[in-house]
């Protein structure tokens, strides 16, 4: 997981457009779970061309629709590279993708495993509560764990708090103001996870260390929520690791094939080395480009190696 800045990719026009789906819904959802919440049975009853006549149909749930475009799912692939805004795998080669809600719409899980109903509808077509997800971390599912056995994990519905003072589904308020001192799960364009999160070399993910010598529980939450321990990701993480590691030490027997070549005097051999190394420092460069896989890892591994050897 890296930071993402949101304001890179302007908001899609179908997200705010007065008269637009999102917004007519929006307000279709604000009417419909306030009902519920006064104890009514709110009733949506809406036309349906049935054997070229209108009908009218009554649903007594509500289907959110209108932030699934293709304007806005562009917009996000356009956001997150195409990659994950949670593990930061590549999504596009092997699936379209989950429009992902950070704060759930229509009900959520809290830290006490309880369903909460209404969610937050009212975000469902807010452009800062949407991310891209893979399927993996975006829902709930069985998958391998390394050493253990199989766990039920992904987000799901999930938004859990340190406590429920903190909760608030009420439409009328700024909620990331309200829940910001009890929010546990990191969000890519808000929180910095590499001062959260620390990857290792063979491929797991832990929760940093806070001064207090306690782990960041911001970061143990959101590994498990995410389903970022799961075994298919950690092994090509560690896959990751090594390839950079073996750059790194291809490079630090660059530099000490030049110093024997300065040593000798060799200034055609210092020149070809001097080459092979900027080409070396480019690779490495861009295996922490925010467009690569798992680029928090790379960065948090050749970062302060090209810092230390003043190469950046």
Request: with cysteine.
């Amino acid at each position: 997981m890296i930071f993402i800045d949101r304001k890179k990719v302007p908001v899609p026009v179908d997200l705010v457009d007065p008269g637009g789906a999102a917004q007519k819904e929006k307000a279709a959802a604000i009417e419909f779970f306030n009902a519920l919440k006064r104890g009514e049975k709110p009733v949506l009853r809406t036309k349906k061309k049935r054997k070229a006549k209108e009908v009218i149909v009554e649903k007594k749930t509500f289907e959110f629709k209108a932030y699934n475009s293709k304007t806005i799912k562009k917009a996000l692939k356009d956001l997150f590279n195409g990659k994950c805004a949670y593990c930061e795998s590549e999504i596009l080669t092997v699936t379209v993708g989950d429009i992902e809600h950070y704060r759930p719409k229509a009900e959520v899980i809290d830290e006490g495993n309880q369903k909460l109903i209404p969610g937050y509808y009212w975000l469902a077509y807010d452009w800062d509560n949407l991310l891209l997800s893979c399927n993996n971390c975006n829902r709930k599912t069985t998958q391998e764990v390394r050493d253990a056995a199989d766990e039920s994990m992904g987000k799901g519905n999930k938004f859990p708090l340190t406590a429920q003072n903190f909760r608030c589904l009420d439409d009328s308020k700024d909620v990331t103001v309200f829940e910001e001192q009890g929010r546990l799960l990191l969000n890519p364009c808000v929180d910095h996870p590499e001062d959260h999160l620390i990857f290792m070399d063979d491929g797991a993910i832990k929760a940093k260390s806070l001064p207090d010598g306690q782990a960041d529980i911001k970061a143990e939450v959101s590994i498990k929520v995410y389903a970022l321990h799961r075994l298919p990701l950690v092994t090509k993480r560690a896959e990751l690791f090594k390839s950079i590691q073996l750059h790194i030490t291809e490079l630090k027997e660059i530099f000490d094939d030049m110093v024997i070549a300065k040593q000798n005097n060799d200034a055609a051999r210092v020149e070809v080395l001097d080459g092979r190394l900027k080409r070396k420092v480019d690779v490495l460069k861009e295996l922490q480009n925010e467009k690569r896989v798992y680029s928090g890892l790379a960065k948090q591994i050749i970062t302060p190696f090209l810092t230390e050897n003043g190469l950046l």
